[in-house]
Structure formats: structure tokens, C-alpha cells
């Protein structure tokens, strides 16, 4: 037994070991962006990168959907932390997007990289990081959401968490899933553009799930940038958000939309998971939200068939 098995795993995604989880070998890497400024109810969004990260530390590798340890193959790398900007939130923004622009950008670039919020108004930052790095063309969004945030601004900033898919839009077309509360300035919005496709939150429980086969069709052959603000899910399952809503989509319902996403785009090269709010003493949202970015991961690399060397796996 070597030495290095007497300490304990380091502290990044899954706990993977240093030879699966370091830049040059991972395929995937995370961007941890622990940033909340304008949250307008519940409080807590800038303590969601950390918890899922401490919640990945006791998922199990192995994933029966693939019948392996995914994550031994295509490797995770997790970044430190994004440094905060308080002089306002557009700075944020532009920092975001900065930090996006320059990871995709460099000769030594993940193929797939995944943000944590942090609250949602960082989106604005990444998806604007991915097109400067690689160009809008063909280029289209994917949102998961309660709520439309489509208002031009809200409290007085155009970078509100309350704006994240209006400034989304502005770079490039939305297909919005679970929506259920909006203001009348979004629903008119919503009913005048063509750069925004809405499923609303009772089309989500269709047990065929027909929405999928337009979600599918929206997506293909497109690079897509996926957003999941957490408040999209049912609360039942996800009460640790900001501003939770009655219903909402099932886990289940949640990873055929991911499949459906991942499985028909020409890419998805960039995702964010954003609005956790940890509870204190209750682990189990925490925990969803870090099986959701390990088959986020999953989905967008697997399924390439670019395989690696096989590893040891940190349970031996």
C-alpha cells in the first residue's frame, strides 16, 4: 500500500483521486462560483457550490444507468472558487464571464465544464463567456426554472437573478421548462418573442413527457448551454431554493430532460446548476443536487465513446 492511501481524498468533486481530478487528465471540469447579491426572499444561494461539493464526497462512483464508475474514466477537475466582485452585479457578471471565456479559451481547456452557483444572475456571465470563446453560431439555451426570469430588470439591476434568461436571450434562443409563476411584463414578453419556447410546469407531468420530442428537436445538432436553477424541481424533493414553488419536475422527469438535452445536441459544452440553498442539518437536497451534476457530467461525456485508461477507483 502506498503512503498516499493513508490520507484522505481530495477535497473536489466526488472526492476523485489527484491522478483523475488533475487539469491535464479530466475531461470535465467545475467551477465552483459562490456569488448572491440579489436574492430577493430566501437567503443562502452563496453557500450552494461548497455543500455540493461536500455532498459529491459521499456519492458513490458507481452509476448503474452505465453499468460503471463514469467519473474514474472521463475525470473531473475542480477549479477554486471564483474571487467575489461586490462592486455590483454587472461587475459580477462581466467577472463570470471573463473566468468563462478564459477556461474555454486556453490551449489546455476542459471539453465539458460545469458551474455551481451561487444564484442564477451568473448565467448571464457564462453563457456570454461561451459565445466569446467559441461564437453563438448554432448556439441555443436550454432552461430549467420555476421562474422566467425574464424581466428587463428587477430592483433596480438589469444582472438580477430575476433577469438571468432575459439577458440569456440576448446571445441566444431559449427552450424554458417547468415555469410556473411570472410577472405580466414577462408573460407579455413571453407571448411577443420568437427567441423563447416555454413549457410550463403542468406540461412537465404529462406521463408520456410529449414536450420532450420538442425539446429534442430544438436541441439537435445544436451546441447547447444548459441552465438548472434548482427551483425548477418540485419542492417536495427540492426545498432548499431561494423561492420554491408549488410543483415543479420529479427527479426522474428531470433526468430524461437532461438525457434528451444531452443525447441529441452536437454538444453540450457548458452547464450550470445554480440557486441551492443549503439547510442546515438536512443533507438530502445538497445530495440531489450533486447526483444531478455527476450525470450531467455522465450524459455530456459518456456518451462521446472516448474512453481512457482504466483507474483505480477511491474504494479500491
Known amino acids: 500500500m502506498s503512503v498516499y492511501e493513508l490520507f484522505q481524498t481530495p477535497w473536489n468533486f466526488l472526492g476523485l483521486p489527484q491522478d483523475v481530478s488533475e487539469r491535464a487528465r479530466a475531461r470535465g471540469w467545475l467551477l465552483p462560483v459562490p456569488y448572491e ?32 464508475e463514469p467519473a474514474m474514466d472521463y475525470g473531473v477537475h475542480t477549479t477554486l472558487p471564483l474571487n467575489l466582485v461586490h462592486k455590483s452585479p454587472e461587475a459580477m457578471i462581466q467577472a463570470v464571464e471573463d473566468a468563462v471565456a478564459g477556461l474555454l479559451s486556453d490551449r489546455q481547456r476542459p471539453e465539458v ?20 470563446a ?5 448556439l441555443v439555451a436550454v432552461h430549467v426554472d420555476a421562474h422566467a426570469d ?14 438571468a434568461a432575459k439577458r440569456i436571450q ?16 414577462e408573460a407579455v414578453f413571453m407571448r411577443r418573442t420568437r427567441h423563447i419556447h416555454t413549457v410550463f410546469s403542468e406540461e412537465t407531468t404529462d406521463a408520456k413527457g410529449l414536450f420532450l420530442r420538442d425539446l429534442a428537436k430544438f436541441v439537435k445538432n445544436k451546441r447547447v448551454y444548459f441552465t438548472i436553477d434548482l427551483d425548477g424541481l418540485d419542492p417536495s ?12 419536475i420529479s427527479w426522474e422527469r428531470m433526468l ?30 445538497d445530495f440531489l443536487a450533486a447526483r444531478l451534476v455527476y450525470r450531467l457530467f455522465s450524459y455530456t461525456l459518456v456518451r462521446s465513446g472516448k474512453t481512457t485508461k482504466k483507474r483505480r477507483s477511491r474504494h479500491g
Not at 461536500?54 to 452505465?66: G, K, N
Open 256 to 285: 430524461e430532460i437532461a438525457r434528451t438535452v444531452c443525447g441529441n445536441a452536437a454538444q453540450v459544452p457548458v452547464f450550470d446548476v445554480v440557486e441551492l440553498a443549503p439547510i442546515p442539518g438536512f443533507r438530502a437536497p
Open 237 to 248: 424533493i427540492m426545498p432548499a431554493v431561494g423561492t420554491p414553488e408549488p410543483g415543479g
Open 170 to 185: 440576448e446571445v441566444c434562443p431559449i427552450f424554458q421548462i417547468g415555469i410556473r409563476n411570472y410577472s405580466s411584463e
Open 113 to 132: 465544464l460545469g458551474v455551481l452557483g451561487g444564484e442564477h444572475s451568473i448565467s448571464a456571465g457564462v453563457v456570454r463567456g461561451l459565445a466569446r
Open 134 to 138: 467559441q461564437g453563438a453560431d448554432s
Open 37 to 68: 447579491a440579489t436574492t430577493s426572499y430566501g437567503a443562502g444561494a452563496r453557500d450552494g457550490p461548497a455543500a455540493i461539493l461536500a455532498a459529491s464526497r459521499q456519492v458513490e462512483l458507481y452509476d448503474r444507468e452505465f453499468g460503471s
Open 150 to 163: 425574464l424581466r428587463e430588470e428587477y430592483e433596480g439591476s438589469p444582472y438580477s437573478h430575476a433577469c
